[in-house]
């Protein structure tokens, strides 16, 4: 059974920077062709939107425009852990993020939603200004 589990979110004032880790089990990273990772945030009254995801097999990433430059998506050797590192905080950012896979559906949806088939419980961000 997959379980993702995530850590890492604080309080934190503008322009501080946090790193959220995404801790997966009941499968490995190179489980299968186009497995990937992404990491989603919903921020009160907000729709769920994605921040980035990585392609465990060959490394590509991709960012929201929101956070290019100040987020990056990183995978750990033992191909269970995620981490989004979060510098340059905005009070914009306060949001519950959330990571998710798209193990064992087929395809990656990148940034959307809709692909991803199991979901962590969420981690909270808060950015005062």
């Known amino acids: 059974q997959v379980q993702l589990v995530e850590s890492g979110g604080d309080s934190v004032q503008a322009g501080g920077s946090l790193s959220l880790s995404c801790t997966a089990s009941?499968?490995?990273?190179?489980?299968?062709?186009?497995?990937?990772m992404g990491w989603f945030r919903q921020a009160p009254g907000k729709e769920r939107e994605g921040v980035a995801v990585i392609y465990h097999s060959t490394g590509s990433r991709y960012y929201a425009d929101s956070v290019k430059g100040r987020f990056t998506i990183s995978q750990g050797n033992d191909e269970n852990t995620v981490t989004l590192q979060m510098n340059s905080l905005k009070p914009e950012d306060t949001a519950m993020y959330y990571c998710?896979?798209?193990?064992?559906?087929?395809?990656?949806?990148?940034?959307?939603?809709?692909?991803?088939?199991?979901w962590g419980q969420g981690t909270p961000v808060n950015v005062s200004s």
């Open positions: 009941g499968y490995t990273f190179s489980s299968f062709a186009n497995n990937c």
């Open positions: 998710a896979t798209n193990y064992p559906r087929p395809g990656c949806t990148g940034l959307s939603r809709r692909g991803y088939s199991s």
